[in-house]
């Protein structure tokens, strides 16, 4: 780069994919992060693959990379970035530590990671300072991988499925090699905690709502009470259609309501599973009475939690593993002041405690979740007793500010070259 080119933004920020439909935390951070006067560049390991995007979205103006999703669709830029890796003083270590988590995670996945890694460390401007990425897992590594090649610091905020599908050993040697992380559940804090050498090195910080960007809840809603097949009470369920948000569950325990209770679901998200839930809808006679809308921008999102007297979310951890955080639709449902139900599970009871804001069940209880729909459905003065509270617990409690500003001031805190642990 040569001195009449502008050094670029200092702080680089990574993640998996971008933009996605799915991870309103992201957008929500990033354009706080703008708001607050950070200068950053955002780094994708994918491009995106959803259709719509959320109006934070059109609003971050960060300039934008997206490195070779596969090695070989893009060959010279992935061979130009490794020529330069191996020109530096610092490819020695970086080898050794690469070489190292091959041996032990033999993968073309592994290899795709420190081609990744090495072509991001090549375009990187000269003015970065540090880097800073969403996931512990393959978005860290690439991540990683980089810091080492340039000779930078780096930090991670780490959510769900990369803090329960990664190797300890993994986990630790990130954590060890990072300046600080950050994660958004007690649950996932007391894991990454377990493994860190200072007890100062991972911080919890809840991700939280800008309620600035919803509407404030209807002043009232139909009393629906289930008894009016014109007017049925209406359940609404948010997210992936992967194992980990107990989908199938949900569909068995409506399998179960009772004949004389009208009800309608609405179902937004995408996902692998998603023709199979549909499938198995089909199989139990409920197609008729649940509508698949897919991924939607924030907007039909909200307008979707208006028109509904219920959230439902019976999470479950997976069987690789795999489960939730603490979901963001559970508070976006908040602010709309709907009742919640939903497993205690995870970072879920976190936000919501049993019988003020919603109702808990077992993971994988469907008798119990179709009792508490049931319930819910019959008593719309109990609904909006649960749901002004949820409302209420979200204003005053999980407001995104606080952690917007804690992450500002660790990431000024790096480019600066200050000491610190986490935010």
């Given at each position: 780069m040569s001195s009449k080119e502008p050094a670029g933004p200092a702080v680089a920020i990574a993640m998996k994919g971008y933009?996605?439909?799915?991870?309103t935390f992201i957008a929500q951070e990033l354009l706080g992060l703008q708001q607050l006067g950070l200068?950053?560049?955002?780094?994708?390991?994918r491009h995106p693959t959803d259709g719509a995007r959320h109006l934070m979205h059109r609003e971050i103006t960060a300039p934008l990379h997206y490195l070779p999703e596969y090695l070989h669709d893009d060959w010279p830029r992935v061979l130009r970035g490794i020529a330069r890796a191996f020109g530096r003083p610092s490819i020695l270590r970086l080898l050794g530590i690469f070489l190292h988590d091959l041996a032990r995670d033999r993968t073309r996945n592994r290899l795709r990671r420190f081609g990744q890694a090495c072509v991001m460390a090549r375009e990187l401007?000269?003015?970065?300072?540090?880097?800073?990425?969403?996931?512990?897992?393959t978005p860290a590594s690439v991540i990683r991988y980089a810091?080492?090649?340039?000779g930078l610091t780096w930090s991670f905020s780490a959510h769900a499925k990369d803090i329960w599908t990664t190797p300890d050993w993994e986990k630790r040697e990130k954590i060890a090699d990072a300046r600080w992380g950050v994660t958004c559940t007690r649950d996932g804090h007391a894991e990454l905690e377990r493994l860190a050498e200072r007890s100062d090195k991972v911080a919890l910080l809840y991700h939280g709502l800008d309620l600035s960007r919803f509407p404030p809840p209807s002043e009232a809603r139909p009393s629906r009470d289930g008894s009016d097949p014109v007017d049925p009470v209406r359940f609404i369920t948010i997210g992936r259609a992967v194992a980990k948000k107990g989908f199938d569950d949900l569909l068995a325990a409506l399998a179960t309501l009772p004949g004389n209770l009208n009800w309608r679901l609405v179902h937004i998200g995408g996902g692998e599973m998603l023709a199979a839930l549909k499938a198995q809808a089909?199989?139990?006679g409920l197609a008729a009475r649940i509508e698949w809308r897919g991924a939607q921008a924030q907007d039909?999102?909200?307008?979707a939690l208006r028109e509904a007297d219920l959230f439902v979310l019976p999470s479950k951890q997976a069987e690789n593993g795999d489960r939730d955080g603490l979901p963001n639709v559970v508070m976006e449902a908040a602010s709309q002041a709907l009742p919640?139900?939903?497993?205690?599970?995870a970072g879920i009871p976190e936000f919501v405690q049993?019988?003020?804001?919603?109702?808990?069940?077992r993971p994988g209880d469907v008798s119990a979740l179709a009792k508490a729909l049931e319930g819910l459905s019959r008593d719309p003065q109990w609904r909006a007793q649960l749901g002004v509270a949820a409302f209420t617990r979200l204003s005053a409690e999980f407001s995104a500010q606080a952690g917007l500003e804690r992450v500002y001031r660790a990431l000024a805190g790096a480019v600066a070259g200050k000491d610190g642990g986490a935010p």
């Amino acid at each position: 780069m040569s001195s009449k080119e502008p050094a670029g933004p200092a702080v680089a920020i990574a993640m998996k994919g971008y933009p996605r439909l799915s991870e309103t935390f992201i957008a929500q951070e990033l354009l706080g992060l703008q708001q607050l006067g950070l200068s950053f560049a955002i780094w994708s390991l994918r491009h995106p693959t959803d259709g719509a995007r959320h109006l934070m979205h059109r609003e971050i103006t960060a300039p934008l990379h997206y490195l070779p999703e596969y090695l070989h669709d893009d060959w010279p830029r992935v061979l130009r970035g490794i020529a330069r890796a191996f020109g530096r003083p610092s490819i020695l270590r970086l080898l050794g530590i690469f070489l190292h988590d091959l041996a032990r995670d033999r993968t073309r996945n592994r290899l795709r990671r420190f081609g990744q890694a090495c072509v991001m460390a090549r375009e990187l401007p000269a003015g970065t300072r540090h880097l800073h990425v969403h996931y512990l897992h393959t978005p860290a590594s690439v991540i990683r991988y980089a810091a080492l090649s340039r000779g930078l610091t780096w930090s991670f905020s780490a959510h769900a499925k990369d803090i329960w599908t990664t190797p300890d050993w993994e986990k630790r040697e990130k954590i060890a090699d990072a300046r600080w992380g950050v994660t958004c559940t007690r649950d996932g804090h007391a894991e990454l905690e377990r493994l860190a050498e200072r007890s100062d090195k991972v911080a919890l910080l809840y991700h939280g709502l800008d309620l600035s960007r919803f509407p404030p809840p209807s002043e009232a809603r139909p009393s629906r009470d289930g008894s009016d097949p014109v007017d049925p009470v209406r359940f609404i369920t948010i997210g992936r259609a992967v194992a980990k948000k107990g989908f199938d569950d949900l569909l068995a325990a409506l399998a179960t309501l009772p004949g004389n209770l009208n009800w309608r679901l609405v179902h937004i998200g995408g996902g692998e599973m998603l023709a199979a839930l549909k499938a198995q809808a089909e199989r139990l006679g409920l197609a008729a009475r649940i509508e698949w809308r897919g991924a939607q921008a924030q907007d039909a999102v909200i307008a979707a939690l208006r028109e509904a007297d219920l959230f439902v979310l019976p999470s479950k951890q997976a069987e690789n593993g795999d489960r939730d955080g603490l979901p963001n639709v559970v508070m976006e449902a908040a602010s709309q002041a709907l009742p919640i139900v939903a497993t205690d599970f995870a970072g879920i009871p976190e936000f919501v405690q049993h019988g003020r804001e919603g109702l808990l069940l077992r993971p994988g209880d469907v008798s119990a979740l179709a009792k508490a729909l049931e319930g819910l459905s019959r008593d719309p003065q109990w609904r909006a007793q649960l749901g002004v509270a949820a409302f209420t617990r979200l204003s005053a409690e999980f407001s995104a500010q606080a952690g917007l500003e804690r992450v500002y001031r660790a990431l000024a805190g790096a480019v600066a070259g200050k000491d610190g642990g986490a935010p």
